[in-house]
């Protein structure tokens, strides 16, 4: 069975910037970067990956219906690196809320582009390296999106009262489409 599509392909189509197919959808953000805007009551592109995260992370394949379907796989991934970075792989168990905030911190200047080594292969047949010239305004919206990411799980779902919720760290194990963001220099154990 596939995984859920995104409900922004149609506006994607409209928008006047798109590099690598990846649509630069205006987003709910505080974080600096070439987007933003959105309506604060409305859904962005960050809410619906959020939402369809744990349907979607199940999934083993995905037919790509829009350009919106490649910033969702981005974001989808995005999410699994966020919790696979916040448990420790010895024990299983989610780090506290402020190891995890330090974690973050590092994450987010972790930041692989397609095409460069730590950019995974598999990924460049969804998200291909950027022309010459854009890799900059790619860049800027990637660290966008992933620091809106990073404060959203933070701030209301990976942490409850301070808590690990166990209903999302649950999946620090799957691997959307079996593909991961990033590799790490620690061996996570199966």
């Known amino acids: 069975m596939p995984a859920i599509n995104s409900a922004f392909n149609e506006e994607a189509e409209s928008v006047e910037t798109t590099i690598s197919k990846i649509p630069f959808l205006n987003i709910k953000t505080k974080h600096r970067g070439p987007m933003g805007n959105a309506d604060p009551s409305s859904v962005d592109i960050i809410d619906e990956a959020i939402s369809l995260y744990r349907a979607n992370v199940l999934m083993s394949s995905m037919e790509i219906k829009g350009t919106a379907d490649h910033l969702l796989i981005y974001l989808t991934l995005t999410i699994s690196e966020v919790i696979k970075r916040l448990v420790d792989p010895a024990t299983g168990a989610p780090t506290s809320r402020s190891k995890a905030t330090a974690a973050m911190t590092k994450m987010k200047s972790d930041l692989a582009?397609?095409?460069?080594?730590?950019?995974?292969?598999?990924?460049?047949?969804?998200?291909?390296?950027?022309?010459?010239?854009?890799?900059?305004?790619?860049?800027?919206?990637?660290?966008?999106?992933?620091?809106?990411?990073?404060?959203?799980?933070?701030?209301?779902?990976?942490?409850?009262?301070?808590?690990?919720?166990?209903?999302?760290?649950?999946?620090?194990?799957?691997?959307?489409?079996?593909?991961?963001?990033?590799?790490?220099?620690?061996?996570?154990?199966?």
């Open 113 to 190: 582009m397609p095409g460069s080594a730590k950019f995974p292969s598999k990924l460049e047949h969804f998200i291909p390296p950027p022309k010459s010239g854009e890799e900059d305004s790619l860049k800027a919206y990637f660290k966008q999106l992933r620091a809106e990411v990073i404060s959203r799980l933070l701030k209301d779902i990976l942490y409850v009262d301070d808590q690990p919720n166990k209903w999302w760290f649950q999946w620090w194990r799957r691997d959307f489409m079996g593909m991961a963001l990033f590799t790490f220099s620690r061996d996570l154990p199966k």
